[in-house]
């Protein structure tokens, strides 16, 4: 029998990811359906493969792993981007032990910050996290609960003079100042074109304000988005965007 399974620990499968690993290998529904169904212990119908492929039904974590093996991968490359810092310890392929080793910190103290999804650490500790468990951008701000500073500063920089703020926010975003630099002045020109046309036609400049307001309400989003974009180029699309 299979591990007991984390309930949380794995990011949600991305269909379009799976299907092209089983497509890459040749093998039918079927087949993958029965190499499951030999991991877990219980029968699974090939229309159910269909179903998780199509996105129709999200497989348990028990079935991500089941399916991972039957594709000859790592769970990892079947899943989406992790949001929590139990997916991306997961993702890394880590224990519990081998984290808090890594880390420099106790077993209590990491069984916390996942159960809080709250990361607390030193600079030294907070160095070593990057380095060992990667963690997407968005995740790191969200655990270390600074996702609404964020928004602030960016919509203060995409609505007045942006360049001042790559220092503040890589101090947030532990990215490149040079990626910085380049994503906001793409966030900044596109603020612009909105605000800009606000100048013009009732009926336009109304949509224009509109669509401005929306921008600058997501705009963690869309930072995020052109992250994935400068950092990913070829990334499968089928890799979630918030």
């Known amino acids: 029998m299979p591990p007991t399974d984390d309930p949380y ?14 497509n890459r290998l040749g093998l039918t529904t079927g087949q993958v359906a029965w190499a499951v169904a030999a991991y877990c212990g219980t029968p699974v119908h090939p229309d159910l493969v269909h179903a998780w492929e199509a996105g129709t039904t999200t497989p348990e974590n028990i079935h991500v792993k089941a399916l991972a093996a039957a594709l000859w991968c790592s769970p990892a490359d079947l899943v989406g981007e992790a949001t929590t810092l139990a997916q991306c310890r997961t993702v890394a392929g880590l224990t519990v032990n081998e984290t808090v080793a890594a880390l420099g910190i106790t077993r209590s103290q990491w069984e916390k910050a ?3 999804n709250r990361w607390q650490g030193t600079p030294a500790q907070t160095q070593a996290l990057l380095r060992t ?6 995740c790191f701000v969200a655990a270390c609960g600074r996702t609404e500073q964020l ?14 703020y790559v220092g503040p926010l890589t101090r947030i975003v532990p990215l490149d100042p040079a990626v910085l630099h380049h994503v906001l002045e793409r966030l900044h020109l596109v603020y612009q074109r909105w605000e800009g046309a606000t100048g013009g036609p009732a009926h336009q400049a109304a949509q224009a304000e509109v669509r401005a307001a929306d921008f600058l309400e997501h705009i963690d989003h869309h930072l995020w988005h052109l992250l994935r974009e ?11 965007a918030p």
């Open 230 to 240: 400068t950092l990913n180029p070829a990334e499968d699309p089928s890799r979630p």
């Open 133 to 138: 468990l990667c963690p997407p951008p968005p």
């Open 151 to 164: 928004r602030v500063l960016l919509r203060e920089a995409v609505t007045t003079w942006w360049p001042t």
């Open 114 to 116: 996942e159960r809080r």
């Open 9 to 22: 620990a794995l990011p949600p499968l991305a269909p379009a990811r799976a299907m092209a690993v089983r």
